[in-house]
Nanobody, 132 residues
Framework: QVQLVESGGGLVQTGGSLRLSCAAS????????MGWFRQPPGLARVFVAA????????LYADSVKGRFTISRDNSKNTVYLQMNNLRPEDTADYYC?????????????????????????WGQGTQVTVSS
C-alpha cells in the first residue's frame, strides 16, 4: 500500500525558510512524478511544484518561482520542497502527491501536472504558517 508522509512544516516569520520532506513507501519511487500542492484555510487545493521521475524536469506555480525549489532523492524515496523568503500568503497545509508516469518534460504538458486529479496518491499534509 502506497504511503506518503510529509514532514517539516511549522511556524516561521515572513522572510524565513522551511524545508518540507515527503517520504514514500509501498511504491517504486523512481517510476513516479512527484508533486507538491497546498491548501490555504477555506480554499481549494492548488499546485505548487512538480518534479519528473529522474529529477531532470521541474515545474512551478508562478507564485513560488524563484523562492521554492523542488528536488528528489530516489535512493531515499524522498521528495523535498525548499521554501525560502516565505510570505504570509504561503500559509497553508502542504501535500505531496505521486503520479505513475513516464520520465517526461513537465513543461510540455504543464497544465496536466498542475491538476490535482492527475495524482493518484496523496499524503496527509503538513501545516505551514507564516507570520507577518
Amino acid at each position: 500500500q502506497v504511503q506518503l508522509v510529509e514532514s517539516g512544516g511549522g511556524l516561521v516569520q515572513t522572510g524565513g525558510s522551511l524545508r518540507l520532506s515527503c517520504a514514500a513507501s509501498g511504491l517504486t519511487f523512481s517510476l513516479y512524478t512527484m508533486g507538491w500542492f497546498r491548501q490555504p484555510p477555506g480554499l481549494a487545493r492548488v499546485f505548487v511544484a512538480a518534479i519528473s521521475r529522474s529529477g531532470g524536469s521541474t515545474l512551478y506555480a508562478d507564485s513560488v518561482k524563484g523562492r521554492f525549489t523542488i528536488s528528489r532523492d530516489n535512493s531515499k524515496n524522498t521528495v523535498y520542497l525548499q521554501m525560502n523568503n516565505l510570505r504570509p500568503e504561503d500559509t497553508a497545509d502542504y501535500y505531496c502527491a505521486a503520479d505513475r508516469d513516464d520520465d517526461r518534460d513537465l513543461q510540455y504538458e504543464s497544465s496536466r501536472y498542475q491538476a490535482p486529479n492527475r495524482y493518484d496518491n496523496w499524503g496527509q499534509g503538513t501545516q505551514v504558517t507564516v507570520s507577518s
